[in-house]
């Protein structure tokens, strides 16, 4: 079973960047696209970025033009650059797997200040 361990989140002013991984344990992850999910406090999760197995990416219109997703398959890893941070990208971030999601992991948190 896949397991999913997100990293690099904390606390930034408005404006600053962070730079979040994830690495996933197991074999498949390299023919899987994946996603950044994020979840703020009394909102659904939503996905944020997107890359293809082929590194074809995606944004959603709240974050586009400032973050950049990426992977790295020998590593097993996917990143989120996250630069010109807001107050409203404040969330639990996490990755997955996009159409069949492997079991969640833990998040990270990021707490944007004003």
């Known amino acids: ?3 999913l361990v997100e990293s690099g989140g904390g606390l930034v002013q408005a404006g600053g960047s962070l730079r979040l991984s994830c690495v996933a ?3 498949v992850f390299s023919i899987n696209a994946m996603g ?3 979840q703020a406090p009394g909102k659904q999760r939503e996905r944020v970025a997107a890359i293809t197995s082929g590194g074809g990416t995606n ?3 709240s974050v586009k033009g400032r973050f950049t997703i990426s992977r790295d398959n ?3 890893t996917v990143y989120l650059q996250m630069n010109s941070l807001k107050p409203e990208d404040t969330a639990v971030y996490y990755c997955n797997a996009i159409g069949t ?10 707490t944007v200040s004003s």
């Not at 999601?101 to 990021?110: A, D, E, I, N, Y």
């Open 101 to 110: 999601p492997w079991p969640w992991g833990q998040g990270t948190q990021v």
């Open 1 to 3: 079973q896949v397991q």
């Open 74 to 76: 020998a590593k097993n």
């Open 59 to 61: 944004y959603a219109d």
């Open 36 to 38: 950044w999910y994020r």
């Open 25 to 27: 344990s197991g074999s």
